[in-house]
């Protein structure tokens, strides 16, 4: 029960923690945004990950609760990525809101554990302007009368606007003529509703004159408020009333005709004319005779209502001085209220007629002829009436007509017809008049017109005002807008002067034409699609006009368009990534390489510059210039560090700048700066014991060495081999493994002794290989005293105590008898000398002494002394003679100069001199692995393999002869020496070490070379070995002499300074 309840105080604790820490989370997004855009990780965003930790976090699934707007979102389920799940329209979801907030939930849960907990995710949903305002009609028309008061308003419907932010939303109205004038008697004022919709009020501003302006045409613009604003249109056309304010007015305000006694009733003997500018009813005017004049005028007159003709209503009768004065009244007539009138008077004289003029009739076959007509098309037919007798009764005629001619058909009838081409474009209606005249002695002449009308045949194609259109477009300009205006004329009419306006085929979505409201046969070009000035920098192309005739016909215009640049276009690096080369040990600010972009843009937005990352300032060794070159600021050392990766960032120089990040990669290439280091062979371990019984062909070492230049390439491949030896050839070195082989089976002869293999390790480098020397010893034992060599390691602790003590007495000895070991000495070095004499005529040198290497009792080794170390022995006058010495590790570290990194080995003779005994664990040798069944495989110590020696190295080397191990007796040869001069460093022989100097000539000199494994030393001098005429070499003996070749001479001398002397062994 106890636990149960720290259980949950536990649960509650976190949950509250959780809770304290855990935040609800607020994201903002775009409406209309792409299905599975990501919108934030809620675990991150909510704090959840920092409040219950890293390792928890790892079980928590989670999902999202059932609610309203769950289904717009989807959580992934590990990640706790929130992504839009379909289109979220703000319109819809949060009509007529200004903001738009969805509330969702999302649980999360642990799969192992009891976590739970639900964080509350509020989404604000931002506006886009995706919506222009829009009018629920694109026209209206409406009617005010020209008598309304200055201050009237009319209410108008609205656009409505579905965006509802404030940004976005409807902001204002404003009116644009139609009409060339621009001026506008009205303003605009609106109301906006919570709905999105909007009351939009015209009130009119100044006073309105139907006979003046009888209509308005403008469009109200409705706009919202984004930059450029997206706008509605609604085109309005506003018809004045007419209000009856006009008296109708005749042409003039009197008239006079004459009739004829013979004139026939109900002819028309004049015809009036009244005009009112009002309109309709209100200016349609009507005639009538004033009610207050003569009865006799209504008895012998008639007028006609509508037309206004005074009609002959019974013939009159010639008097003298008898004239008729008719009161003729106008009015027009309104639907609606008064009335106006005016009068004007017709004055009739009545004319004597003893002849009659002829009488024409015309009758016409159609009141329209097409233009395109044939010639002679007959129009009319003219009849000519003549009621006199004789030749009174007689009468010609002519036509007066442009297109027209009249042809007798008999002695009274004519016929009328197209004479020449008509051209509707010049006239579009003729008159046609016709005179006749009789043949009285007082002719009588009477005449009519007719009118006929033109009909237009599409004969004339559009003409557009200009024939090349030029323009300038920035790139970045948005669909729909304006680029220029048009326009073209028609000179036919009707439908063959209308006109549409369309653009080349292949440029029409990009393009396209919209035609004007205001103006006819006027359209403006728009652009229908995005530019990119980086594709097509200019555009020509031809627009057509083309009107609406039966038979089309079509103008043609060309446009050119220049596109300008905006800077829209980011750089764009070369390549992806750039990668260079670069040697290591280059001195600071050497080039690199150089990076490059391209911008697409013109001009100053085209100029990149270059920089580095931030992020890499300082971190490699590497400055970006301006350019785009790479320099180095710091050495390269590929063995530090081979690979160098780092961003650049080019920018461009245009206003706003556009960057982009580029890639750089820098590799080190190697060089062959480091010499290969030998691990094994080395200094305290290098020693090999090797059993008797070891097979031919068996691997019993390796040597262990290494370049850190790199690796694969010649740099680092290593050879290897053996350039001095004293085993006849008894082992082997693998070239590319280091691994060293017996070549032939050991014989018991070879028990005890020690084979000396000078092993040399060279990389393949170019242009100058590098390399290494080290020494191995091998000593042979028997089998039996390889197994007791391990049991031997057991006691050699207390072997310690025994040989401090022995050292101890030895030192004590030592004083007492170093005056007996001088006199020793000094005999020996004239025995030697006379046994030297003796055999001059006797030595021989052998040719095949490289194949005899293996020292044995029978070799004499001299150590030939330099010029200061002869001076010395003449001062002290001291010489000694050791016989049976050995030599040790150390000795040959001193006198070859061999430094304890194995560096810079100085290739040397056997250089005698005895170390401090010292012990080499077992566990130390690095050859533990590769001896093979020679031994336990562990390197032999100096202590196991050379006996102590109790003079000092300059004692040792007082000598000018110096005896190799277990010497029976030395004798003197017959050689002196001479320095020479320095072979060239490709001349020096490095494939066989030591040197054989191979003659059977007496006074001749045998040329020595130095073979100095440091190359970065300069070459040393070589020696010349001169054979006096009077002695003499024995082949047959074989003897082996070692010469030691020293800066100071062919000798050996501790006197002189090791790092100024390279020792050289040579075979004579």
Excluded at 450 to 472: G, K, Q
Excluded at 618 to 642: C, M, S, W, Y
Excluded at 989 to 1004: E, G, I, Q, T
Aim: glycine residues 6%; hydrophobic residues 35%; proline residues 4%.
């Amino acid at each position: 029960m106890m636990a149960n309840m720290k259980l949950l105080f536990v649960i509650t604790v976190i949950s509250c923690w959780i809770s304290t820490f855990a935040q609800d989370v607020v994201y903002y997004i775009d409406e209309e945004l792409p299905n599975s855009t990501f919108i934030g990780n809620v675990m991150n965003d909510s704090n959840l990950f920092s409040a219950i930790g890293g390792a928890d976090s790892a079980t928590l699934i989670f999902s999202t609760t059932d609610n309203e707007y769950a289904h717009y979102f989807r959580v992934n389920e590990r990640t706790s990525d929130l992504y839009t799940n379909g289109n979220i329209d703000r319109e819809v979801i949060c009509e007529f809101s200004e903001s738009c907030m969805l509330n969702i939930q999302i649980f999360a849960k642990s799969t192992l554990g009891s976590f739970f907990h639900i964080l509350k995710i509020n989404i604000f949903v931002k506006d886009i302007n995706d919506h222009s305002p829009v009018f629920s009609n694109p026209t209206l028309r409406m009617t005010i009368s020209e008598s309304v008061v200055v201050g009237t308003s009319f209410a108008i419907n609205g656009a409505r606007d579905r965006d509802t932010s404030t940004d976005f939303s409807l902001k204002h109205y404003y009116l644009e003529s139609g009409m060339e004038s621009g001026n506008l008697p009205f303003s605009i004022q609106f109301v906006k509703h919570l709905d999105g919709s909007s009351t939009v009020r015209l009130f009119v501003t100044e006073a309105l004159d139907r006979e003046i302006q009888d209509s308005y045409i403008f469009e109200i613009i409705a706009a919202d408020g984004d930059q450029p604003s997206r706008k509605g249109k609604l085109l309005v056309t506003v018809e004045v009333s007419d209000v009856n304010d006009n008296t109708p007015t005749f042409n003039t305000t009197s008239y006079n005709c004459t009739v004829s006694e013979e004139t026939e009733i109900n002819s028309v003997i004049i015809k009036l004319n009244a005009t009112d500018p009002d309109f309709e009813e209100n200016g349609l005017v009507k005639y009538r005779f004033s009610t207050h004049q003569s009865a006799d005028i209504f008895t012998h007159f008639q007028i006609s209502e509508n037309t206004g003709d005074i009609i002959l209503k019974q013939k009159v009768v010639y008097s003298p001085g008898k004239m008729y004065n008719i009161i003729v009244e106008a009015f027009d007539n309104p639907a609606n209220g008064q009335s106006l009138s005016t009068q004007t008077l017709v004055r009739v004289i009545v004319e004597n007629s003893g002849n009659n003029a002829p009488l024409i009739k015309v009758s016409k076959t159609s009141n329209e002829v097409a233009e395109n007509a044939n010639i002679g098309k007959v129009v009319a037919y003219v009849e000519v009436q003549d009621h006199d007798f004789g030749k009174e009764g007689m009468a010609s005629c002519i036509i007066q007509a442009i297109d027209f001619d009249m042809q007798r058909i008999d002695m009274n009838r004519y016929k009328v017809f197209v004479s020449q081409q008509l051209d509707y474009e010049r006239t579009r209606s003729q008159e046609v008049t016709i005179h006749c005249q009789d043949n009285g002695d007082r002719p009588l002449s009477a005449s009519t017109t007719f009118v006929i009308n033109i009909l237009d045949f599409n004969d004339h194609s559009p003409i557009f005002s200009e024939d090349f259109y030029t323009a300038n477009v920035r790139e970045d300009t948005t669909q729909g807008r304006l680029i220029f205006e048009v326009s073209a004329s028609d000179a036919d009419t009707g439908n063959n002067s209308l006109i549409d306006f369309l653009v080349e085929k292949k440029f029409q979505h990009l393009f396209y034409f919209e035609k004007s409201a205001i103006k006819e046969n006027a359209a403006y070009l728009k652009l229908g699609g995005p530019l990119d000035r980086e594709i097509n920098s200019s555009f020509v192309f031809s627009i057509y006009a083309k009107d609406n005739g039966e038979t089309r016909k079509t103008g043609t215009a060309t446009v050119s368009l220049t596109i300008t640049d905006v800077n829209d276009e980011r750089p764009n690096f070369t390549k992806t990534p750039f990668e260079f080369y670069v040697p290591e040990n280059l001195p600071p600010n050497s080039d690199v390489n150089r990076i490059t972009a391209i911008d697409n843009d013109l001009g100053i937005n085209a100029q990149v510059e270059f920089k580095m990352h931030p992020d890499y300032i300082g971190k490699v060794p590497f400055v970006v210039f301006a350019d785009g070159k790479i320099k180095t600021n710091h050495d390269l050392d590929r063995e530090q560090r081979d690979r160098y990766e780092f961003k650049v960032i080019g920018t461009d120089r245009g206003e706003p700048s556009l960057s982009n990040t580029g890639n750089v990669i820098v590799r080190v290439t190697d060089a062959n700066d480091n010499v290969p280091i030998i691990k094994f062979p080395k200094l305290g371990n290098n020693t090999l014991f090797l059993s008797q019984s070891v097979k031919a062909w068996q691997i019993i070492s390796r040597v262990n060495a290494s370049d850190i230049d790199e690796v694969g390439s010649g740099n680092s491949r290593l050879t290897f081999s053996i350039e001095g030896r004293n085993d006849s050839n008894l082992f082997q070195i693998n070239p590319n493994t280091g691994e060293i082989q017996v070549t032939g089976t050991l014989l018991g002869s070879d028990i005890g002794k020690i084979f000396m293999l000078e092993l040399y390790v060279t990389d393949n480098g170019k242009p100058t290989k590098l390399g290494a020397e080290t020494v191995l010893y091998i000593k042979v034992r028997s089998e039996n005293a390889t197994n007791a060599a391990a049991s031997t390691d057991i006691l050699s602790n207390k072997n310690i105590l025994i040989a401090v003590i022995v050292s101890v007495v030895t030192v004590v000895v030592s004083f007492g008898i170093v005056a007996v070991i001088c006199v020793i000495r000094k005999i020996d070095r004239e025995r030697k000398l006379e046994q030297q004499i003796k055999n001059n005529n006797q030595m021989t040198v052998d040719p095949d002494i490289n194949s005899k290497q293996v020292f044995d009792g029978s070799i004499t080794v001299f150590s030939l002394p330099s010029e200061d170390s002869l001076l010395e022995k003449k001062k002290k006058e001291v010489s000694f003679s050791l016989e049976d010495d050995v030599f040790s590790d150390d000795d040959l570290i001193q006198k070859n100069g061999i430094d304890h990194n194995h560096r810079h080995f100085k290739p040397s003779s056997l250089a005698y001199l005895s170390p401090i005994p010292k012990k080499v664990e077992d566990n130390h040798s690095e050859t533990s692995g590769d001896t093979g069944t020679s031994d336990s495989g562990r390197g032999g110590s100096d202590e196991e393999i050379h006996t102590s020696m109790s003079q000092s190295p300059r004692d040792k080397m007082m000598d000018f002869t110096r005896p190799l191990p277990h010497m029976a007796h030395q004798e003197i040869i017959p050689f002196s020496f001479k320095k020479g001069l320095s072979a060239p460093y490709n001349n020096r022989d490095f494939n066989n070490r030591p040197c054989v100097l191979n003659s059977d000539r007496k006074n001749s000199d045998i040329e020595m070379t130095s073979h100095d494994l440091d190359f970065r030393r300069s070459p040393l001098p070589t020696m010349a070995v001169h054979m006096p005429g009077s002695d003499s070499l024995d082949r047959s003996r074989s003897k082996v002499v070692l010469l030691q070749q020293t800066d100071s001479g062919v000798h050996s001398d501790t006197n002189s300074n090791e790092s100024d002397n390279t020792v050289r062994d040579c075979m004579v």
